[in-house]
């Protein structure tokens, strides 16, 4: 599936087109990967905005980028043995090539919809940006935006798992019910309701310790009205911010809040953590396996239902990490 | 001297008054001091803005606050001897009571201007903001503004001394100049300028690690998209929203760019340093004893001058330290 245009203004399926290429031969030292699953980020989204972003600089009639699982179908890698299933960064499509030392091998008997979410980078992100930005302490209120996304739905259940008291916002109120009755969320929050600044402060009546941002925009600047002297903000996204070309102005609060508040605003990016990602693998596991931990994903049968899959992401209709099974 | 006048926009000398009063008897365990000296700070124009600001809330007849030093004329502590040159919230009057337990003895061998400027509030504020939340490392670019102010035209001199190499930003050519020439800054840009945001681009070719905020609005803004990864921003104030009825938006780039640099945006009170303040006087004095130090202070004569004292420091006219003799 290749980059056909870059969106101008919301993306739309047809900046995408299948494309049939012959299978690639894997050279000395490589693997040849099928693809069994792919997940697809908010983020990405910003990758196709030009060179501004982390995610690099897009280009027209190249493979959409992506996280991957996949079976190697051919090993030419001592370590890499056929049939095992791996991490990789596969892209949109249904075989790739990678270095033998550059895939991991996973544990076959758990779901690979788990390996990309919970266990990949939407998980790690979860708990890195959380712990280690946030560091939420028990009995600190923390607040999540796009709190049913791939990210925001760990963010608020590892807190819990922490001690903390968790509010989520959301774009529904179907997402709301279903964060607080699935997952255990004390409060859910429809940005979209009339009254949502009121509905935030009485949801928050001891104000905010940590906010863990995925949007940006007028959420956030609601967020800087309520946080606790001392408090954090996690700037893992900015997805109000994305999927158009006109982004819109700062949040007004900064800095004035931060100073009268002693607020720490901080912006991360999980690849920092890469040291670090076995730790947090093993501990995101522990919860899943404690039962403490639901990651949630919504499903797409087929790569070439990956663009609309990723227009369904950014609209919000998706809950949880976004999959599609190739 | 009294608040008269909540101010309307612009602070104007008219919102003060002089007030004449009989002198206040120390009570009890208290003395009574007599003011040498007052220094006036640009956060305190935020104090008169309302309730939204740490300052507290300002009220129409009561004495303008601030700090001072004075000579001990009675006193009914046997810590405290008459003649002693004391520290105090001394507020903008010629006589004031104070618990005996709450004022400071200080060294009289210095200019009373020292005791309010490098080893005051102004010199504190720079010395924790710069090294606990800034942090520059020897190479750092350090980058700060309103630089020829109070804390600014420390900073900058701080950062010196520990190795970084220091670009100012000014309200004139006149201060830009005495920054390089007389307190070793290795760039000093007006803000006025043309050209202000190339100037800027320029004088930071390894992008910027620590700005040091003093002004928030169109300076942070600049300054966002000139932040190198995980560069660190100290908020220390917001004097461009200061002396206005109506503060400015955000600034565009948060939290975007926040996020591609994984750049800390952190902001604090000196005051919760208290319990280290005399750590940093002692590092401050050692430095100023060294002569790598040259605190610089504007001065005015008379009481009755504080009201065009302070008018002057929010237009940008005063250099350093703006300090009154009683």
């Not at 028990?138 to 798992?161: E, F, R």
């Not at 994305?242 to 700062?250: L, V």
């Not at 690849?271 to 797409?300: C, I, K, N, V």
Request: aromatic residues 6%; hydrophobic residues 40%; proline residues 6%.
């Amino acid at each position: 599936m290749l980059i056909a245009a870059l969106p101008d203004g919301a993306l739309k399926p047809s900046d995408f087109e299948v494309h049939e290429a012959p299978t690639p031969e894997p050279a000395a030292g490589q693997v040849l990967v099928r693809t069994v699953a792919i997940t697809i980020g908010a983020g990405q989204r910003a990758g196709l905005q030009g060179s501004a972003s982390y995610a690099g600089a897009p280009e027209v009639g190249r493979v959409m980028g992506g996280s991957g699982v996949g079976t190697v179908e051919a090993s030419n890698h001592p370590k890499v043995a056929v049939g095992d299933l791996v991490r990789a960064d596969t892209g949109w499509q249904e075989y790739s090539v990678h270095d033998g030392d550059r895939v991991g091998a996973l544990d076959p008997s758990l779901d690979p919809a788990h390996h990309l979410g919970a266990l990949g980078i939407n998980g790690l992100t979860a708990y890195f940006g959380l712990t280690d930005i946030g560091r939420p302490q028990p009995g600190d209120t923390v607040l999540v935006s796009a709190a049913a996304g791939s990210v925001g739905h760990l963010v608020g259940q590892i807190a819990k798992v922490l001690g903390a008291r968790v509010v989520g916002v959301v774009g529904s109120d179907d997402k709301a019910r279903m964060l607080v009755e699935r997952l255990g969320f004390d409060v859910a929050l429809n940005r979209r309701s009339d009254d949502f600044r009121n509905a935030m402060r009485d949801a928050t009546p001891k104000r905010v310790d940590v906010y863990f941002d995925n949007t940006g925009g007028p959420i956030l600047e609601s967020a800087l009205f309520r946080m606790n002297t001392h408090g954090r903000i996690v700037c893992c996204g900015a997805a109000s911010q994305y999927d158009t070309s006109s982004p819109g102005g700062g949040p007004r609060g900064v800095p004035g809040l931060l100073v009268n508040n002693r607020v720490r605003m901080e912006g991360f990016l999980v690849f920092d953590y890469a040291t670090r990602y076995d730790e947090g693998r093993s501990q995101m596991r522990a919860w899943m396996d404690a039962g403490q931990l639901h990651p949630e994903s919504t499903e797409y049968q087929g790569l070439e239902q990956a663009p609309q899959a990723f227009v369904d992401l950014l609209a919000g209709v998706t809950v949880g990490t976004t999959i599609v099974r190739v």
